[in-house]
């Protein structure tokens, strides 16, 4: 059974670049793309975007000239970095695996366990 | 960007009742539409996808519905490990999820 587990900084102050890493267990990076998602405090969902393995990327139009998403294949880790966070990015942050390499399986299957980033002055 | 409105957004039930949540597209999405039930302090889990698939291990009570636009989750009869919030995702554009159905206790 594949498992994510994440980590990064959990308090930001305004304007500062949040960084997260997910490392991936008892699986590989190969075949998938790896997506991240966040929750606001008592709020819905929201698709920030996806990295392959080969390193091909698809960003949230919305959040998409903040974002850079990369893979570290000999890590079997991939990361997310927001710049210029506000403390509308305060949300817990989930490394997720999508079903597979195809936009048809753009679903989620296996989640991490989640950061809370708080983005606070 | 594809919005997804799910209603209702609250919804107050018994154990043993038929639940229906509604999810609907700005867009065509054909079926590719997912469901998830998120539990507090706790992972989104899977459920369906592409529209009406049940995921492995998912009760068979849990079904999925629609096209295009509309689509439903039933829960054919309610029981107490179901208490929780739905929400759907579509994944024909990159990828957006509605806003969230809690099921509460009546």
Redesign the interface.
């Known amino acids: 059974q594949v498992q994510l587990q994440q980590w990064g900084a959990g308090l930001l102050n305004p304007s500062e670049t949040l960084s997260l890493t997910c490392a991936v267990y008892g699986g590989s990076l190969k075949g998938y793309y790896w997506s991240w998602i966040r929750q606001p405090p008592g709020k819905g969902l929201e698709w920030i975007g996806e990295v392959h393995e080969s390193g091909g990327t698809n960003y949230s139009p919305s959040l998409k000239s903040r974002l850079i998403m990369s893979v570290d294949s000999s890590q079997n880790q991939f990361s997310l970095k927001v710049t210029s966070v506000t403390a509308a990015d305060t949300a817990v942050y989930y490394c997720v695996r999508n079903r597979g390499s195809d936009w048809k399986q753009r679903f989620f299957d296996n989640w991490g366990q989640g950061i809370l980033v708080t983005v606070s002055s | ?1 594809i919005q997804m409105t799910q209603s209702p957004s609250t919804l107050s039930a018994s154990v043993g009742d038929r639940v229906t949540i509604t999810c609907r597209a700005s867009q065509n999405t054909g079926n ?1 539409l ?1 469901w ?1 039930q998120q539990k507090p302090g706790k ?2 889990n ?1 459920l369906i ?1 592409r529209t009406s698939t049940l ?1 492995s291990g998912v009760p068979s009570r849990f079904s999925g519905s629609g096209s295009g636009t509309e689509f439903t989750l039933t829960i054919s009869s309610l029981q107490a490990d179901d208490f929780a919030t739905y ?1 759907c ?1 579509q ?1 024909s554009s ?7 159905t809690k099921v509460e206790i009546k």
């Open positions: 960007d590719l997912a998830y992972v989104p899977l996808y995921e929400y995702q994944y990159y990828s957006t999820f509605g806003g969230g």
